[in-house]
């Protein structure tokens, strides 16, 4: 089994601040998360970020500047730093993990920003 499974998120007021963790576990035969994606209600699942195996970061145009990706050593927890929320970043985030034979989705976590 491939175990993914994204944690952090809640509700906060725009301008405020969330960290999201992605961990994975299980039988990863070497692969590991990698990207970031959210869906908000009656719209598709759009990447946010990028973490390439090289650990180039590559960012959507609605969230540069405000967000950061990041890994840890052992390569099976994936962050995304999210500062500065607006509302329009509300949806549910979810990780990707890709291994040799294909990818996984966690179950993901819901982020609102409201006052």
């Known amino acids: 089994q491939v175990h993914v499974q994204e944690s952090g998120g809640g509700l906060v007021p725009p301008g405020g601040a969330l960290r999201l963790t992605c961990e994975s576990s299980?039988?990863?035969?070497?692969?590991?998360?990698t990207d970031w994606f959210r869906q908000a209600p009656g719209e598709q699942r759009r990447l946010v970020a990028t973490?390439?195996?090289?650990?180039?970061?590559i960012y959507a145009d609605s969230v540069k500047g405000r967000f950061t990706i990041s890994r840890n050593n052992t390569k099976n927890r994936l962050y995304l730093q999210m500062d500065s929320l607006k509302p329009e970043d509300t949806a549910v985030y979810y990780c990707?993990?890709?291994?040799?034979?294909?990818?996984?989705w966690g179950q993901g976590t819901q982020v609102t920003v409201s006052s």
């Open positions: 299980g039988d990863v035969a070497g692969g590991f998360p």
């Open positions: 990707k993990m890709f291994r040799l034979d294909g990818y996984y």
């Open positions: 973490l390439t195996p090289g650990n180039n970061a």
